[in-house]
């Protein structure tokens, strides 16, 4: 006989939902063997559209406490399983099976589901948990369920299951309820302060509000109790409160206070792809290849899926192959380099700088004709980008496809008057043995450098000043070398 699916009770507070209820409710049709929802004082619509589709519906006065309202829903549950929502929440039927099937694999078990939350990115959400007597949340703002489940000894495990939250507020509404939460969990220190969580939303509610000092204050709570106390270092809390103020910290300019943090919390939590993560886009953005290379390296194949903080997961992983591939390339290690680059345009075909980067990649390792494949590529998929066609009349000019070359040039437009395409399109005419352009190209480059034009070789070695005195070599080399073959030629 099959085995039957555990039952499923969805638990939910809400006030004021009519506007998201609907798609919510209709979401769990099928998944949800009873709806629990605990209203808290609406104005609106919201308790008739949840009779209409069939909820339990009670009421509990709001008291600023969301584990005391969610507790009240807990109450009245009585499926195998509950699964916590919110009112703006959404479970797309996609999903249905996978969790049924879950829960069936791994009955009496916690569950962390991804949840999209828009605007914010994805990080994972312990929202199922067994229908033991006596569990309760905790917490009267950024209340959670772990803390039962870690005393009952329950395991925990992830399900490839999503939610989807759908919450914006505006400016103001968000300011007002971060205000809000900030009275409520100061009270909530005051009750409890050995809860290291609290301070760590105070930091979250500090930071939103714009209030630097105080979210690192109470960050550095968090940490100096790490420290001290090993208890406290087996919490969660206190890996994330090293992340936390590297990044407050970093984004408010203070880079060189980040560091010292994130290498501290590097050393205590090496595993951490997070700290590793920022730790590394760091020593990037501060021209430090190096380290940024040996950082980002042990995060190649990271999918960052099982984060329990807000991460936009598909910006993290363009990012990171991109930072890796440029850092890869200034230590050499064209390998990398290469994988990284292929891998931005394997996800994203449009992506030009990419192509460009592997053009650099394969012409630094001696591939000439990868590189120029390479820009080729690039230039079908990316509707003729200036910089890669330019990239490639140089390589082409390298390669001695002058024919090529010529045809490429033609293609360049505006770049056509570019001091470094002068002094290639100068090489050329050398090599051709082309007296006319070899007077044309040389007269554009004494005007592109300001020096008053003459015929050639008038002015050579004013016009090789000129030329040195630019940050990139190339204009200098093409046209050395266009002045020692007419020189050769000449002997």
Known sequence: MKKKYPSISVCMIVKDEEGNLPRLLTSIKGLADEVII???????????????????????????????????SLKHATKDFILWLDGDDEVKETEHHKIRSHLRKHPGTGVYLRT??????????????????????????????????????????????????????ERGSLEEKLRRNRRILEQELVNRPEDLNVPFFLARTCGGLG???????????????GLKDPVAARQAV????????????????????????????????????????????????????????????TLKDETFQNETTPVNVPYMKKWLHRALGVSALFVEDFGVAEECFKTTIQSDPTDRAAYHHLAVTRERKGDMEGAIAACRL??????????????????????????????????????????DVLSGRFFLSCRALDAQGIQLYYQLLQEKLSIGPLRFPQNLQVTKCGLKALTDPRSTDLFEAAVAFLTAQAA
């Open 38 to 72: 605990v209203d808290t004082g609406s104005k609106d619509n919201t308790v008739s559209i949840a009779r209409e589709f069939g909820a339990k519906v009670y009421h509990f006065p709001w008291c600023d406490d969301f584990s005391a309202a969610r507790n009240e």
């Open 116 to 169: 999209y939350v828009e605007g914010e990115g994805q990080a994972m959400q312990l929202r199922i948990f067994p229908n033991h007597r006596g569990v309760r949340f905790e917490g009267r703002v950024h209340e959670q369920v772990i803390q039962f489940l870690e005393a009952e000894d329950i395991p925990r495990n992830t399900c490839n299951a999503s939610i989807i939250h759908h919450g914006y507020e």
């Open 211 to 225: 209030e630097t000092e105080s979210a690192l204050s109470y960050l550095d709570t968090i940490i100096d109790q």
């Open 238 to 297: 206190f890996r994330l409160a090293f992340l936390e103020k590297g990044q407050i910290l970093s984004l408010s300019g203070r880079v060189e206070e980040a560091l010292p943090v994130l290498i501290h919390g590097k050393s205590l939590f090496p595993q951490s792809a997070l700290i590793r993560f920022i730790l590394g886009k760091l020593h990037f953005e501060r021209r430090e290849y190096r380290e940024a290379f040996e950082e980002l390296l």
């Open 378 to 419: 690039g230039l079908a998929r990316s509707n003729d980008d200036a910089y890669l066609r330019k990239r490639l009349f140089f390589l082409l000019v390298k390669k001695e496809e002058f024919g090529q070359a010529l045809d490429c040039y033609e293609t360049l437009n505006g770049e056509k008057l570019d001091i």
